[in-house]
């Protein structure tokens, strides 16, 4: 089986604060996405990177950058951490069009 | 118009209903369809996929697409509490992006009652 593992199940961070939300997975795909939800709006997609080094920005990447120096691992960086950044925070490997690999979910709260 | 819409619900059916999920999409580019199924606190997981259109059954569950209305449905019989969740639809294969990029609806909330 596929594991998608974020470092944290929940977050509470300042205002401004620098944060940083981890995403490992196992399988050694190279498609990898970072997705936020929120009730009403649904998953809309923050950043994604098809391979190490490389990223591309999804439909709401202000406020966001991202990190990939291994192919494993996919860093999404909140430069300097808003209200309106809390938000369930959702990663993905995606090895085939049909099918997205979720981790568990980083719920943050800014506060 | 969004790409992708799907009426958030909530849907509150009785044990043993059959349940009608559907999506509309305005991206004619499309050819992956896919139902996942996300439970309170955790991350969707894949359910069924449909590659253009057509139907597709597993056990309870069936996937239909119907590419010239641009209109998903996902049928759910003999529903159990189980089912209980968040079934989002979502698609890729859009023209001038990756096919691995998918674009989600906002997701009904079903509620089976016992």
């Known amino acids: 089986d596929v594991k998608v593992t974020q470092s944290s199940r929940y977050l509470v961070k300042r205002t401004g604060e620098k944060v940083f939300l981890e995403c490992v997975q196992d399988m050694d795909h190279e498609n990898m996405f970072w997705y936020r939800q929120d009730p009403g709006l649904g998953l809309r997609l923050i950043y994604f990177s098809y391979d190490v080094k490389m990223k591309e920005k999804g439909d709401i990447p202000e406020g966001y950058s991202v990190s990939r120096e291994k192919k494993e691992r996919f860093s999404l960086i909140l430069e300097s951490a808003s209200t309106n950044q809390t938000s369930m925070y959702l990663c993905?490997?995606?090895?085939?069009?049909?099918?997205?690999?979720f981790g568990q979910g980083t719920r943050l709260t800014v506060v | 118009q969004k790409e992708v819409e799907q009426d958030p619900g909530p849907l509150s059916v009785p044990e043993g209903a059959i349940v009608s999920l559907n999506c509309t999409y305005s991206n004619s580019a499309f050819q992956y369809f896919m139902w996942y199924r996300q439970y309170s606190r955790k991350g969707p997981e894949l359910l069924m996929y449909?590659?253009?259109?057509g139907n597709k059954e597993d056990g309870r569950f069936t996937a239909q697409v119907d590419k010239s209305s641009k209109y998903i449905s996902l049928f759910i019989r003999d529903s159990q509490p189980s089912d209980s969740a968040t079934y989002l639809c979502a698609m890729s294969g859009n023209s001038g992006g990756s096919n691995y990029k998918l674009t989600f609806g906002k997701g009904t909330l079903l509620t089976v009652n016992p």
């Open positions: 449909t590659y253009s259109s």
């Open positions: 993905a490997t995606v090895p085939l069009e049909t099918e997205a690999f």
